[in-house]
Nanobody, 129 residues
């Protein structure tokens, strides 16, 4: 079992920045690829980005590429989503998720929801125009 707790959400003006953190506990953090997803009101949950278990590989949705950065600290069991140049359309509940990567390639960083077995509760991000 992996427990995930997000923090760092809030209200920010367009063009501003926020830093979301996800703290993991319960299993060996470095065995898991980590992902960020978001869900806006009335919309389906969508992939934001992911990072491989070592942190050596990342991937992003086109909508956030160049503005968002994912990093992780395996010694502290945390993954961070740095969000810059925020837009009103980034408003959503952001969740982190963990995908077991023990027998996967070192670059494994899935974008499919079904690959993730553990989810946090989410943190609200609101970007005002």
């Amino acid at each position: 079992q992996v427990q995930l707790v997000e923090s760092g959400g809030g209200l920010v003006q367009a063009g501003g920045s926020l830093r979301l953190s996800c703290a993991a506990s319960g299993r060996t953090f470095s065995n898991y690829a980590m992902g960020w997803f978001r869900q806006a009101p009335g919309k389906e949950r969508e992939f934001v980005g992911a990072i491989s278990r070592s942190g050596g590989s990342t991937r992003y949705a086109d909508s956030v590429k160049g503005r968002f950065t994912i990093s992780r600290d395996n010694a502290k069991n945390t993954v961070v989503l740095q969000m810059n140049s925020l837009k009103p359309e980034d408003t959503a509940v952001y969740c982190c998720a963990a995908a077991l990567a023990t027998y996967k390639t070192s670059s494994y960083s899935p974008l499919i929801e079904g690959a993730y077995g553990y989810w946090g509760q989410g943190t609200q991000v609101t970007v005002s125009s």
